[in-house]
């Protein structure tokens, strides 16, 4: 018998065993979906928290960290502050040591288009040209601005696709203007879908909000003296202005792209560079730069709750649980399944045929409970998305995860089948037909 046969007559085997005992089928099913429903909602939010949310090049990315605080409170070695001043984004940004490199900032802006309808608040980005290459961002109409448009404090904007949809009807809008806290900005691009998961580039505001819809350069967002959100730490007296570029307040994101090789040698300039504005009185601690990638600074960063994590721990014990059930409902089954193994092996069967049939039927039940977990994992999820937490609505199941809830639930029961069906070979032949 071909090997596709065999997998056919023990498949043929295990439906009729099912139709036997459809109260004992039922409840292993029903075991299996629940622990698999469970897992399976779990592991689908913990893994939309825990995605690379710029794969192609999260590896070449890194978030700079530079220790400017005073000596108050000072530890050796502790993690300096998040963000940076805004005199080293800037002086680190001229240098321009990496391959490409943005400082960033964000607040909440009123936009109004034009034609001085339809005013919204927006949340706004605050950057260098740098932005849009470093992160990828993907243009419908238009581009980015320039680097001379940057050092010139242009009064131009990039807005989002949403935004572009809600002041323009979604028509190409470059070169029309927004007004912005009563200054007329420029459009010169519109982004196209854009929502890294999560927010990764400024953890200081949402983690899994969307994407800024507003755009505009840091110093012409500056002159024009938009509004600021978002941590913002001074040791010092600032004289009243806190985001001046002389302000000893850490606000200002620093990423800079670059080969992997090159981080060491990247590291080394940073601390250079807080040695050097040590000698200069600006910085009072010894250098202890930062650079992490992308990964790095989300891990850093604890993005994903501890609750979620803990969440999914304890549904795969749940699961375990039921898996643990679910053996004692076969080992069951097969003990009542003995004269029927004695007359299979009494007529030619080995073992090996006998334990491949139960773990065909245990396979068979797995996909069973996969479909029915499918769908209890479905109705798990639309209950997270009725959570107030900021990721609930992220909770969406995608083909991994499709795959992954019959990878799981196949695996499962197969492991689960194991015992019984080594017990099931185990049925010597002769007693069973001498209790007949």
């Not at 913990?46 to 700079?64: A, C, M, Q, T, W």
């Not at 530079?66 to 963000?83: C, I, R, S, T, V």
Request: glycine share 10%; net charge neutral.
């Amino acid at each position: 018998m071909s090997g596709n046969s065999q997998f056919a007559y023990y498949l043929h085997l295990a439906l009729r065993s099912f139709k036997r005992n459809r109260v004992l089928t039922a409840l292993m099913v029903l075991a299996i979906a629940l622990g698999i429903g469970a897992s399976m909602t779990t592991l689908t939010v913990f893994h939309v928290l825990s995605g690379d949310p710029i794969p192609n090049k999260s590896e070449r990315l890194f978030y700079v960290q530079l220790d400017a605080a005073d000596l108050h409170g000072f530890k050796p070695g502790e993690e300096p502050e998040d963000q940076l001043t805004r005199f080293d984004a800037e002086a680190l940004l001229r240098e321009g040591r990496a391959e490409r490199q943005a400082l960033m900032s964000g607040g909440n802006v009123v936009v109004t288009p034009s034609d001085g309808q339809s005013s919204k608040i927006s949340e706004a980005r605050y950057t260098s040209e740098g932005f849009f290459d470093l992160f990828d961002t993907p243009f419908q109409y238009g581009r980015g601005w320039t680097r001379a448009e940057d050092e010139g404090h242009a009064r131009v904007a990039v807005i989002s696709r949403e935004l572009n949809q809600t002041l323009f009807g979604g028509a190409d809008s470059v070169g029309r203007t927004v007004r912005v806290e009563n200054v007329d900005l420029r459009i010169v691009g519109v982004l196209g879908d854009w929502r890294p998961v999560p927010r990764f580039y400024d953890l200081n505001l949402s983690r899994y909000g969307e994407p800024e819809e507003l755009f505009v350069p840091f110093w012409t967002a500056r002159d024009i003296g938009l509004e600021h959100s978002g941590n913002r730490n001074c040791w010092a007296d600032s004289g009243g202005d806190q985001l001046s570029s002389t302000a000893p307040c850490a606000w200002v994101q620093y990423w800079a792209q670059m080969d992997p090789a090159q981080a060491g040698a990247y590291r080394d300039y940073l601390g250079a560079y807080s040695e050097q504005q040590r000698k200069a009185g600006r910085f009072q601690r010894p250098p202890n730069p930062r650079l992490r990638d992308v990964m790095q600074h989300l891990e850093h960063n604890k993005v994903v709750p501890n609750d979620v994590r803990l969440q999914v721990w304890l549904a795969f014990g749940f699961l375990l649980v039921c898996l643990i059930n679910t053996v004692g409902l076969l080992l069951a089954k097969c003990l009542r399944r003995s004269a029927e193994i004695g007359v299979r092996r009494a007529l030619g069967a080995s073992r090996r045929d006998i334990f491949l049939q139960f773990l065909v039927e245990a396979g068979t039940l797995g996909v069973a409970g996969a479909v029915l977990g499918l769908g209890l994992a479905l109705l798990g999820l639309w209950a997270v998305r009725q959570n107030p937490a900021q990721y609930a609505q992220l909770a969406q199941l995608d083909g991994t995860m499709l795959l992954t809830t019959f990878a799981l639930s196949i695996g499962a029961s197969v492991l689960a089948g194991l015992l019984p069906a080594w017990r099931a070979c185990q049925v010597t032949p002769a007693i069973q037909l001498k209790s007949q």
